[in-house]
């Protein structure tokens, strides 16, 4: 597999969330069954160790950060080797460089052939400094830049600095999840603007999922009107409803010239932002949305529980009655048919 055309050809990208037992336990079982699910669904690739996984597998006391990448790996080979197709494992790299470095290392050495750059330990630094760390990191992996908003963790950045950052050989990807219109241009423009046509740009806006994805993004450079476009997800919200999800990215990448499309599109476009505020809290600053995709699987009957790592990261309160009404309100973009007609199989 070609990764850069893997990538640019765009592919549904979930952002793996973690399995736990009523002890806050990893359950290996419902946690093999969420990748099961996943890769039946369609999508194109796997994104683990990232936010929604729960950055905590890290911290020693769970040690969960290579036992969680190892089972999701081991999941997606099996698959590939029975029924093979283009696929991209990705993994989560956090921290400061010797951290970042390491975790490259070990993610290569279990098959993951991309790195999802995260720059939540670099609030304070300067461009200079943080640009000179991703080159680093992508000397090792090929990179996924990372635009991560500041509610949950991120900083905001410049144009300049995405400008400078879209030079960089090895980048093949970037994620844009600054939930900011302004902010997701100053991405899409300095990746124009730098000439890098090999750079698949994919939208990480949970809010925005749709417009993302039907936008053709127009710029001019040097006096010739250049159009790019949001190829792809890599989504938290793909996290769930999942088969939906591929079979929407399918639908518009169907129609690729969307310049003149259904008024219906903008509906669905505002239902599954709908959908995202029941999933990821913003009505509380986020802070329930990560419970909010486990409780959508606990639902289904993929996972036991809701839990995360850490105790106090719990539902909002109201949250739980709002997943019930989006998933009562929205039946055409959830899948729980397609779930419970193969849960028993993934799990088994």
């Not at 992996?141 to 500041?150: D, S, T």
């Not at 046509?197 to 250049?226: C, E, H, M, Q």
């Amino acid at each position: 597999m070609n990764l850069r055309s893997h990538l640019l050809d765009g592919q549904a990208i979930p952002a793996q969330p973690l399995a736990l037992d009523a002890n806050r336990k990893l359950s290996e079982r419902h946690q093999r069954a969420i990748t099961r699910y996943y890769l039946d669904a369609g999508v194109g690739g796997l994104a683990v160790g990232v936010h929604s996984t729960q950055f905590e597998i890290r911290e020693p006391q769970h040690g969960l950060f290579r036992p969680v990448l190892e089972l999701a790996a081991a999941e997606i080979d099996a698959s590939l080797k029975a029924k093979p197709r283009p696929f991209v494992k990705i993994a989560g790299l956090c921290g400061r460089t010797e951290q970042a470095m390491a975790e490259a290392e070990l993610v290569l050495s279990l098959g993951y052939q991309a790195g999802l750059l995260s720059l939540a330990a670099w609030k304070e630094d300067n461009d200079e400094t943080i640009l000179a760390h991703c080159r680093r990191i992508s000397e090792t992996i090929p990179l996924i830049g990372f635009y991560l908003q500041p509610s949950v963790g991120g900083r905001v950045f410049s144009y300049a600095f995405w400008r400078r950052f879209a030079e960089i050989p090895n980048l093949v990807a970037i994620k844009m999840a600054p939930f900011n219109r302004y902010q997701t241009l100053d991405v899409v423009r300095a990746v124009v603007e730098a000439g890098r046509d090999d750079v698949a740009l994919y939208t990480g806006n949970d809010d925005n999922i749709v417009v993302d994805l039907l936008t053709p993004f127009d710029f001019s450079v040097k006096g010739k009107r250049i159009s790019r476009r949001i190829v792809g997800g890599l989504l938290g919200h793909w996290g769930v409803w999942t088969k939906a999800a591929v079979d929407l990215l399918n639908e518009i990448k169907a129609h690729p010239t969307q310049r003149q499309f259904h008024i219906e599109w903008l509906t669905r476009a505002a239902a599954i932002t709908d959908m995202n505020a029941a999933l990821f809290d913003p009505a509380h600053g986020f802070a329930g949305c990560i419970p909010g995709i486990l409780e959508v699987l606990r639902r289904q009957q993929l996972i036991p529980t809701n839990h995360c790592l850490n105790p106090h990261e719990i539902l909002s309160p109201g949250q739980a009655d709002e997943l019930t009404r989006v998933t009562q309100a929205y039946p055409e973009l959830i899948d729980d048919v397609f779930v419970s007609q193969n849960k028993d199989r993934w799990l088994s």
